[in-house]
């Protein structure tokens, strides 16, 4: 191949006028993936909140709430991330009154990270709701009798009988979404976060030596996959219901 | 900023972003074609009694399962002519790694639609006389993909939308050809609120038509 | 006994390949007006694109292949390198700017455009100079040399001015149009791309000094002097003989986009110096 | 006054009609076996006593409350009312004793000392004290179900409903169950029972009634119906099931 | 020669060993019902006739094949000896009919015409003829269950295997597949039979297996079994589940 690998980019901490080196473009890739760990984190926070929520709001009686749930499911799943992202960096503000507007486009602080964390957390919400309702429908109806017949509120019902089971269930695909939430952050450059990919491709564009950034950032991706998917299990090994062969088998 | 919306800009690039549908659909049913045939053959390997079968089966799944999907084309993209030599063009590249990639999940799913067919429909499979092949082939996974009705319905949403990521190679899918327009005519906000109701549309249609298709197998 | 043109062809693999191929595969953008985009029929056209089927036609004739064909591949400012290491693209045709980093990892062709950064503004922002922004708010497209020109000049002259990174050109355009941004820097060819393409295109403006010198030139592999020679001769031809000027009408004055950007002296001047004797 | 006055309750799924007409009352201490062919709609007539299952026509009342009413705070009053099912519907995440123990803390707002002293008490009555630490998954069918009787228990009833309590159980397990709630039969406790034990119901019950098509076809004493006084359907029924 | 002979069969899975030397033989035409309490290893042992269930040590042979050696072409065996399982298994995606047929088709290769033609004798055999194209769960439990026996004959078996064939029935319908059963003793058909059903094995069984813990208990003639030559353990078994 024709191509001059340079490692050095990533790491050279003198500014080289022979070598590609202006500045330790490894630094690029730290402070990116401090975001893309950010906008995921927080993005997850919404997601695993209102998904939960929306998920349960699937298997109320209310025909309205279920109704609302399902329009937010529809709606969120069917259209594409990055189009949604564009929505809420410019169309959404503009729907707003002005003052209102005007505060998200420029006065609330770092308007772009806290777009990308909206968008990202309320799209996998529709994911994670689908995962709950799933979870929810997997268990039998005479559970929830059982429930109801010991007194228990609706609230009740799903606080301590069908979300706790439900949750123990769906850990598997949670920790596919979850990746997800990870991996799509990086969608988040679109609008102007410094994440994780943003930071390759300037350093690919500063430099022409974007094979070694993005050798960098697949394997951080990697890493934290495994590192994700251990601590899963171990949580999964950690809440298994004794006895029980395997609740997820269903 | 709606009052001066450019209709007329959408309407005429049309015939432009109904050959970008054009390859976003073929893409997406090859890939689900390939993907699912792949995808079960991996789960097959998965669950196979030989432990080196089912270790690189899982090795692979875990390792596509890490990246994400912008990466694996990517890489297959540049690194594919530098190992067979020669260019192998944009299509078959992204082609091959949506396959590859896809296939990662559907072996997840295909595994779990075989678990969730009970030990004792294999057991009377067999207890008939019928073959490992026959038993897969006439009582396992068909109700296997029954099962998995729903959940291959959202990855195929999943990836019916992730064929633009076919930009990296510089192939024009539904997106990617209404996002050129929007560039080269400065007409953003038309394109794209155009661009999300169209996928609207296309995939509550298709999850009409699934769920359609479902109840019939639920009354058959 | 070797004739001139084997000989060219002897000393360079970039078309040895494209011989063995009988294609030669060219690298365009898609929304890189007017340099280098798709247009109504689906083709890329743009001054760029012209340039190098120039270029194309020379090397037909120096692999003495009349009917080579050619092949359209799309490349953006992420993949452009990547598919020039790996052999997939023999030319680059689009709006990249040749610096010396660069330079290590592939070859251009002489400077056939100049420009630099100025900044896009709504009429009426009072904004004329880098020096206006203070406390307001830039966008900048991510990774671009602009970028890191005008955070140079913010540190220089202790300027504070807070910035909104963009995927793309137009959307940076957008930010400024829906007051997300006071004003967009970036080269100011593009500026006025957009402005023309605008809805309004009155309700903007295009200000200030030069914030950095960016010239664009066609980039070809790396380490295949025969090859660029080829490309050079030609271009040097173009430029002396007034063709390129021509060229750079047809594109820029006022251009099939209404452009309407007269040839600078600086470019005239690089043409002149560029246009080297045989 | 009756526990449990039903009277003229008709229900519906859509077009079909599970409950007809159907009216029964049973007395303070009184224990009512309930039984019939597969799909005549018992299990959904005990469900509909407690609230689990609304009813479109007709009124029950459970201790002078009526389920129908809108107005009624159902939580509160199935809180009075235990039940038993037939899969035992133990919440598999929770210790026996935590089972025991949730709607106490719950729904009585008991203390964590309470509600632990009385579930030890009626583990004891069970035969289970050693297996409070254990998940339902531990135990048997028999275990689970005694437990999921301690269950009801422990909200300390008005009265009990069963709906076929042993038909999941292995053979041999039955009569553990059984025997349970004999002596709770024993003890006064107002129950109403949908079994296919007919056994247990000539030894424990005071009436029994007899179901066919959502309709309540015999309602009479235990002495009654096993005796000549039934009618054509639930001798056929009977002769099914005490034939093999 | 004995159609099924098992010698000192041992099974275990990982270290918990659910078979213990366990031997016994059936006659051609013989009825055999194996009974136990729960987890003795019942199911087990009849899996392991037909190699559904791997065994680590001692031989089975049917029909002086055996079932162990690894050159066996077991499908072909299994397709000699019909099975009846618990839960009726019947393939939910196909009809009734398609149940029948699947294996006639595609383990025998006889034609459409002649599968279907065996099909209907034996629909009409279990009383389902006007069932033919319904789907499984469009019948209830013991239609469900006589069209897995009809489907198991339609191989025209050597032997019949059950393994609990009413045990998810509900009451009213154990009797018709008893009776489906016991017309198939009758005809001289070889079937081992695992059962808690005693009124069927008093009736119809030649020889009673006692299961505890994985071994064989008892092994003897009906009369010797319900008369009183059993030990301890058969006892206290029969006694549950023959009270209630
Ligand atoms: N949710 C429902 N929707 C529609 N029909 C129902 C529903 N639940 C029960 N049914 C129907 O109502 C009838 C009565 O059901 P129910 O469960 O009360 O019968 P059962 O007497 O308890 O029968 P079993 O002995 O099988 O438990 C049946 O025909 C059943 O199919
Ligand atoms: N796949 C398995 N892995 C480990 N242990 C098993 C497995 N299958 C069965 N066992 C155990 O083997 C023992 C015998 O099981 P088996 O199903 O043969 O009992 P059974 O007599 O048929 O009981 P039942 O009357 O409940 O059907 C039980 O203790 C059971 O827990
Ligand atoms: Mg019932
Ligand atoms: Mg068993």
């Not at chain 1, 109801?148 to 920790?175: E, H």
């Not at chain 3, 045709?93 to 070859?107: A, H, I, P």
Request: charged content about 20%; overall charge neutral; hydrophobic content about 45%.
């Amino acid at each position: 191949m024709n191509y001059n690998w340079d490692w050095s980019v990533l790491f050279c901490f003198v500014e080289d006028p022979v070598s590609s080196c202006t500045q330790p473009f490894f630094y690029w890739i730290v402070s990116g993936f401090g975001w893309t760990i950010s906008v995921a984190a927080a993005a997850w926070v919404i997601a695993f909140s209102l998904g939960s929520v929306i998920g349960v709001l699937r298997t109320v009686e209310n025909p309205y709430l279920r109704g609302f749930a399902t329009v937010y499911v529809t709606i969120f799943r069917n259209i594409p991330l990055l189009v949604q992202m564009f929505l809420w960096f410019f169309v959404f503000p503009e729907l707003l009154p002005d003052e209102a507007g005007k505060w998200v486009k420029r006065g609330m602080p770092l308007p772009e990270f806290w777009t990308a964390v909206v968008c990202l957390g309320t799209y996998t919400a529709s994911r994670v709701g689908e995962q709950v309702r799933a979870g929810i429908e997997a268990i039998t109806q005479g559970q929830r009798y059982a429930a109801m017949a010991m007194g228990l509120r609706p609230v009740q019902v799903y606080r301590y009988i069908l979300l706790p089971v439900s949750y123990r269930i769906i850990i598997p695909p949670l920790t596919s979404d979850f990746l997800g939430v990870f991996k799509n952050s990086s969608l988040a450059l679109t609008i102007g976060v410094l994440e994780l990919t943003a930071q390759t491709r300037q350093i690919e564009e500063y430099t022409f030596q974007g094979f070694e950034a993005f050798t960098a950032a697949t394997l951080l991706y990697i890493v934290v996959t495994a590192i994700v998917m251990a601590v899963m299990r171990v949580v999964e090994g950690r809440v298994v219901i004794p006895g029980m062969i395997s609740l997820g088998a269903k | 900023m709606f009052e001066n919306f450019d209709f007329e800009i959408i309407v005429t690039s049309i015939p432009f972003l109904i050959e970008g549908m054009g390859l976003t659909l073929l893409l997406t049913v090859l890939a689900i074609v390939g993907g699912l045939a792949l995808g079960t053959v991996l789960a097959l390997c998965r669950l196979a009694p030989y432990r080196w079968l089912s270790l690189f089966a899982g090795s692979y799944v875990n390792f596509f399962r890490s990246m994400p999907l912008i990466l694996v084309i990517f890489w297959f993209y540049f690194l594919v002519p530098f190992i067979v030599g020669r260019p192998v063009g944009g299509f078959y590249s992204v082609l091959v790694a949506f396959i590859m990639f896809e296939a990662a999940y559907y072996c997840e799913i295909m595994r779990a639609g075989i678990q969730s067919v009970r030990q004792g429909q294999v057991h009377a499979g067999q207890a008939l006389g019928l073959t490992y092949r026959q038993n897969m082939r006439y009582i396992v996974l068909p109700q296997a993909f029954r099962a998995m009705i729903p959940i291959l319905l959202t990855q195929a949403i999943i990836l019916f939308q992730d064929t633009s990521l076919v930009y990296v190679v510089g192939l024009r899918d539904f997106l990617v050809a209404a996002d050129i327009v929007a560039n080269r005519d400065n007409r953003l906000m038309e394109m794209f609120l155009t661009v999300a109701l169209v996928y609207f549309v296309m995939c509550l249609a298709g999850q009409l038509g699934i769920r359609k298709i479902q109840k019939k197998f639920a009354t058959g | 006994l070797a004739v001139y043109p084997a000989q060219a062809q002897d000393g360079s693999y970039v078309m040895k390949r494209i011989k063995e191929r009988g294609v030669i595969n060219m690298g365009h953008r898609e929304a890189s007006v007017p340099f280098s985009y798709i247009g109504k029929d689906g083709k890329p056209i743009g001054y760029s694109v012209d340039i190098c089927l120039g270029f194309i036609d020379k090397i037909k004739e120096a692999i003495k292949m009349p009917d080579l064909k050619i092949k359209y591949v799309p490349v953006t400012s992420q993949t452009r390198i990547a598919l020039m290491a790996n052999g997939t693209i023999d030319l680059e045709c689009g709006s990249t700017t040749n610096n010396l980093t660069r330079q290590k990892q592939v070859d251009y062709l002489a400077v056939t455009f100049i420009t630099g950064t100025k900044l896009g503004s709504k009429k009426g922002s009072g904004i004329k100079e880098i020096e206006d922004m203070d406390g307001k708010v830039i966008a900048l497209s991510l990774g671009t040399t602009n970028e890191k020109a005008v955070k140079r000049v913010m540190k220089a002259k202790g300027i504070n001015i807070k910035i909104v990174s963009v995927k793309d050109h137009p959307q940076a355009w957008l930010a400024v149009a829906t007051d997300r941004a006071d004003a967009y820097a970036t080269d100011d060819v593009l500026l006025y791309g957009l402005m023309s393409k605008s809805k309004d295109p009155t309700k903007y403006q295009v200000t200030g000094r030069f914030l950095s010198y960016d010239p664009y030139g066609i980039m070809v592999p790396r380490n295949d002097s025969t090859y660029r020679r080829l490309g050079n001769v030609m271009l040097a031809d173009m430029m002396r003989d007034g063709r390129m000027l021509k060229l750079y009408k047809k594109w820029f004055d006022p251009g099939p986009t209404n452009i309407q950007m007269p040839a600078s002296a600086t470019l005239r001047k690089a043409f002149e110096i560029q246009a080297l004797p045989h | 006054m009756p526990m449990i006055e039903m009277s003229s309750v008709n229900k519906w799924y859509d077009d079909f009609q599970v409950l007809k007409d159907c009216s029964t009352q049973v007395a303070k201490g009184e224990v009512v076996v309930v039984c019939g062919p597969s799909g005549s709609g018992k299990s959904t007539l005990i469900k509909t006593v407690n609230g689990l299952e609304p009813f479109q026509e007709g009124t029950i009342t459970v201790d002078e409350i009526s389920v129908g009413d809108p107005a009624t705070d159902l939580p509160r009053l199935r809180a009075r009312i235990g039940m038993v099912f037939q899969n035992f519907e133990l919440f598999p995440h929770l210790s026996i004793m935590e089972n025991i123990k949730l709607a106490q803390l719950k729904v009585l707002n008991r203390t964590d000392d309470e509600s632990a002293k009385r579930g030890m008490e009626l583990l004891d009555r069970v035969g289970l004290v050693d297996q409070a630490d254990k998940f339902p998954a531990q135990l048997s069918g028999g275990q689970q179900q005694r437990v999921a009787i301690a269950r009801g228990l422990a909200m300390d009833p008005i009265a009990m409903l069963f709906d076929e309590p042993t038909s999941a159980l292995d053979p041999e397990m039955i009569n553990e169950v059984l025997d349970v709630m004999t002596a709770l039969a024993e003890d006064g406790m107002t129950m109403m029972v949908v079994t296919h034990e007919m056994g247990f119901a000539r030894r424990v019950a005071h009436r029994v009634i007899f179901m066919d098509e959502g309709r309540i076809e015999e309602d009479c004493t235990k002495d009654d119906f096993f005796g000549t006084a039934r009618g054509e359907r639930a001798q056929e029924f009977l002769s099914k099931i005490l034939t093999h």
